[in-house]
């Protein structure tokens, strides 16, 4: 590993009172040890790494402190404070963070970037031979270190799973409340780390530049750092890159033995450089130019730089060596762009749950195209979405909307499907005035969308579950053929989560009541949401409408209710008059009902739909029906869809994430 020492002669800013003491107001003529990408600015910022992928940067003192009287005696109390500033390449993405940190050595050796911080590696982390003791202050959330978010400061005792941890922030003198800081704002912050060896309590306060310390620490933590902390550690600070990346400054830093910290001289600590937040090294460095010789000629190459830059900013997109063994089509951010006139307003068709459509004309084929933006906050799981949707990519049924391809961009996946030129089904259902939808062009639709279905559950090589099934998921071609679209789109919220949390990505009138019991998505989930699309395109109406009458504000219910009556044809969409075939409108709400039964066993399965829907077979003995739906069940589903009903009122059917443990 590269390593420098950098030796000043002038002492500028260092006061030495003793050997354990020192503090720093800006690192210019420090004497420290340097690894990795850490480096000195000449302006007196101590940078621990810069924006290359996947880096580190170690920079400890280079006198090691005395933390024991005798060899096998107590820890002393220390105290250390520090101002730092994180500023991530792309605006609210850090990547990966930096710990202050106690180690016997100031050579870290064979550590890890990522999630390790440079701290440890894949088979010491946790060991406790490594005697190290941090405090980290991460900016991603990793499952495998169990953090708790991508803001947080947490106490790492020798290994990067926080023995404590809490989002990034403190606790206000005035209201006693808690207050955030986010980590990746650019922003200087200061943090303390005191150590009551007495007491053997461990705080951590962290607060906005501008701010007294607060009287409350943000971490408190008892703990007996004997067998961690050795005779003799070196102080310092490693941070860490990965594909996100950050710089990370430190700005000044105090360190005292066995009393309280000297204060940090606020004013006289170096300046971070200008426009540090979302920007390129480059920039700061054209600034610079601009600032020196303010002559035109420069301001004209800044000018040109500038368009450069934000030419290539626009057109930034994300690939990775693993995409290229993909075959799915990848398309340029740049011919998307082109396609959409820049993503236009006039190009938007639409704004669903997961994100904008536009629709699009490909520059170089002409080929007319929907193409949809998904936002997505979380990069983990990125990957192994983009490899399921390359394998659904090769998902081919005339009733599935094609996808043709894709492009990645920072925090954003763009999916590019063909177009469907008669839109979506929910605008034909759910207009004001006359239908323009015939009752054979309906039932038509109906059982293309159930064949397209049991293609994604029973006739693939992998069952495919929808998880999103609803007449504004289910588009029209040139021949008003009904075609799913979005499939398998709802699992890039599960990728994300981590482990202990569940995500459960549908829309709210369409959700299995058990989903909210045991959050697992199931074939007879997806039958649950096609018997209440079933009633929707038989009514004619949404699934939810709380404008209406109470014993009317639930679809279901009402269709059921209806039918107990022996009034179920009263439901039936009054658009249609007298054009329709009473059978088959029958057996369609009848059916929507069995799909839509609260007790996942008593639904059919797809295959049993289609044979229901081609009279194949007839459909269950009403009496036996209504055995099954039970005032019991009955009642499940009253208290799932009116809670729904409560919490949803405003939403309408839009898609919405639950989130719960
Ligand atoms: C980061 O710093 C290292 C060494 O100091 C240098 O080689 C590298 O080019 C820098 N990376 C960027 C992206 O500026
Ligand atoms: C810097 O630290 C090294 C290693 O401890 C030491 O040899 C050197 O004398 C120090 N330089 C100054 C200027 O203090
Ligand atoms: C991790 O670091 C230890 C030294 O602390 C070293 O012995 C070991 O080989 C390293 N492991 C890997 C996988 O690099
Ligand atoms: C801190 O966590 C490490 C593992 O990450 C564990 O070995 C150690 O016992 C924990 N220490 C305390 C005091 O909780
Ligand atoms: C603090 O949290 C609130 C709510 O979670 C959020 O709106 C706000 O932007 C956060 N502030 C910072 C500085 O992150
Ligand atoms: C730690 O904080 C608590 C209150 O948050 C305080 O009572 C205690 O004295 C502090 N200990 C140290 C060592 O600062
Ligand atoms: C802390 O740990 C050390 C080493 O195991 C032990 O000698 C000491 O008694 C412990 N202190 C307390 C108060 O438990």
Known sequence: ??????????LLNLALSTASDFTYNGFKGANLSLDGMATLTSDGLLRLTNISKHEQGHAFSTVPLQFKRSPMGTVISFSTVFVFAIAPEYSMFGGHGFAFV?????????????????????SNNGNPLNHIFAVEFDTIEDAEMADINDNHVGIDINGGISNKSKPTGFISDDDGQFKNLSLVSGEPMIAWIEYDGINMQLNVTVSPLSMPKPKLALLSFTVNLSNVILDHMYAGFSASTGLPCSFHYILGWSFKMDGKVPELDISSLPRLPRAVTSSKDKTGTILMWLLLSLSVLVLMTVAAARMIMVRKKRFSELLEDWELDFELHRFSYKQLFKATRGFKDEYLLGVGGFGRVYRGVLPDTKVEVAIKRVCHESRQGVREFVAELVSLGQLQHRNLVPLLGYCRREGELILVYEYMPNRSLDKYLFCEGESTLSWSQRFWIIKGVASGLLYLHEDWERVVIHRDVKASNVLLDGDMNGRLGDFGLARLYDHGGVPQTTHLAGTVGYLAPELSRTCRVTTSSDVFAFGVFLLEVAC?????????AEDMQVLIDWVLANWRKGTIMETRDERLGEEYVAEELELVLKLGLLCSHPLPTARPSMRRVIQLLHG???LPDPLLLNQLYTKDSAFVKYGGTNAYVMSCTSLSSESLLFSGR
């Open 540 to 548: 004619g109406r949404r699934p939810i409408e709380p404008e209406k």
């Open 616 to 618: 194949n077979i007839p």
């Open 1 to 10: 590993m590269f390593l420098k020492i950098f030796i000043w002669p002038l």
């Open 102 to 122: 106690l180690s016997p050595s100031m050579h870290l050796l064979q550590t890890f970037p990522t999630r390790y911080l440079g701290l440890f590696n894949s």
